[in-house]
């Protein structure tokens, strides 16, 4: 009787199976010694990747299997045989090919390795920027490292408890192929995979690692552009005076700011991406345990004194960047603030000016309001002249020159209280 299943009902996360997938999604196969390992990485943006899916699942359903579907990222495929793995990353995709040594085995490299994918009919997803052979050996092979690899860069050490030596150069060979030799005195399949797996990936990460470093030596003399122009203004800003001059050497340091962002922010994936594969290429060298060998250089020795210093140009361009940000930030608030301080000034001494032109516009307008008083009124006192001559004339017994002196201050009362009304209801409109 079947059990009952506790999740039934239950509506689950989108992301749920791909979560629970995730920390299988890449096992370790178990691999038989002799085996000779075709590994491949190229750089692919999401169209590419996308084209590169469809192509892989096409390839695979002519060879009679089911391709991956649009969510797996990882797939592994019987080839000519041995496994051909596909693996699809954020930045890159991976084909890796293993398969039986031809026999009889002779040296390792000795021989091309017929029957693999990477044929005419193979379809590269974007620029190649990882190629590397692994071949796994019995340890009575009796081979020697000095007459496979550069004796300058030769790296070999123990890994896995001593079960396995690996062995390599990081140069490319005639093929262009990155060679790894590793000797298997006697490990399991599953350990021997394991270790392949990994020692192909420290390849792998260890490129991907270091495309930071063009970048950190694009930005460099942007970086020292404008940390010369910063030093340049900030002398400048000591002696600078004026409303004028202080604008202009804002603007240039606002120009520098865009400058610099811009360069960050171009850069800020690439350095960040850099950092996460460093991290993985030092976890996969320290699961491989690897133990010295006498005389040889060990795997995390010569990738510390070779890609250490790459990684840590890139920090040091992301530091520069950092702290060359925050300066230019405080010069800038500190010209802003003088800026500030003149535009206050001058709207202090406008404002003062514009208060000096009030006064003098009322006391004109005083002045005017005077003025305009009198002449109304004399005129006003002339048509009542005019009026008591016509009434003496007609008979009334008025003298007019009486009757005009009389009117004047009476005149004068009336214009002045309705010149102030009239400003008054003005001042009440306003």
Request: aromatic fraction near 6%; charge should be neutral; include cysteine.
């Amino acid at each position: 009787m079947a059990e009952p299943d506790d999740t039934a009902g239950f509506a689950p996360h989108p992301l749920r199976r791909a979560l629970l997938g995730e920390l299988h999604a890449r096992p370790f196969l178990p691999v038989e010694t002799p085996r000779t390992f075709l590994h491949y990485g190229f750089t692919t943006d999401e169209e590419a990747a996308a084209a590169d899916r469809a192509w892989f699942a096409e390839f695979c359903r002519a060879h009679g299997s089911a391709g991956p579907n649009a969510e797996t990222r990882h797939h592994v495929l019987a080839f000519g045989g041995g496994a051909l793995r596909w693996e699809s990353h954020a930045e890159f995709t991976t084909y890796t090919w293993d398969g039986r040594a031809p026999s009889p085995v002779g040296a390792p490299f000795a021989h091309r390795r017929e029957g693999s994918p990477f044929g005419r009919d193979f379809r590269a997803p974007g620029p190649l920027i990882v190629a590397t052979r692994l071949d796994l050996v019995d340890a009575d092979g009796g081979c020697s490292f000095d007459e496979l690899f550069d004796a300058a860069s030769l790296v070999a050490s123990e890994i896995i408890g001593g079960g396995l030596i690996a062995a390599t150069d990081f140069r490319s060979d005639g093929d262009g192929l990155t060679r790894i030799l590793v000797v298997n005195r006697g490990e399991t399949p599953q350990n021997a995979g394991a270790a392949c797996q990994r020692l192909l990936e420290v390849e792998t990460y260890r490129m991907l690692a270091l495309l930071g470093l063009p970048e950190a030596q694009c930005q460099a003399p942007l970086i020292r552009r404008i940390e010369t122009g910063l030093s340049e203004i900030t002398a400048e800003m000591r002696t600078s005076a004026g409303l004028d001059a202080n604008e202009a050497l804002l603007q240039r340091l606002t120009q520098l700011a865009a400058e610099l962002e811009a360069g960050a922010a171009a850069s800020a994936y690439r350095f960040g991406a850099s950092r996460a594969y460093d991290e993985i290429v030092s976890q996969r060298l320290a699961a491989l345990g690897e133990r010295a060998l006498a005389g040889r250089s060990t795997w995390a020795n010569f990738l510390a004194r070779r890609l250490r210093p790459a990684m840590r140009t890139c920090e040091t361009t992301v530091e520069r960047q950092g702290n060359l940000s925050r300066k230019l930030a405080r010069a800038a608030t500190l010209l802003r603030t003088r800026v500030d301080v003149e535009l206050e000034s001058q709207n202090r001494n406008l404002l003062e000016a514009m208060n000096r032109r009030a006064r003098l516009q009322l006391r004109l307008q005083q002045t005017v309001e005077g003025l305009s008083v009198a002449a109304i009124s004399y005129y006003v006192v002339g048509l009542v002249g005019h009026l008591f001559e016509g009434a003496e004339k007609a008979g009334v017994p008025l003298s007019p020159g009486l009757a005009k002196a009389v009117s004047v201050p009476v005149v004068v009362l009336v214009i002045w209280y309705l010149v102030r009304r009239i400003r008054a209801h003005h001042s009440d409109t306003e």
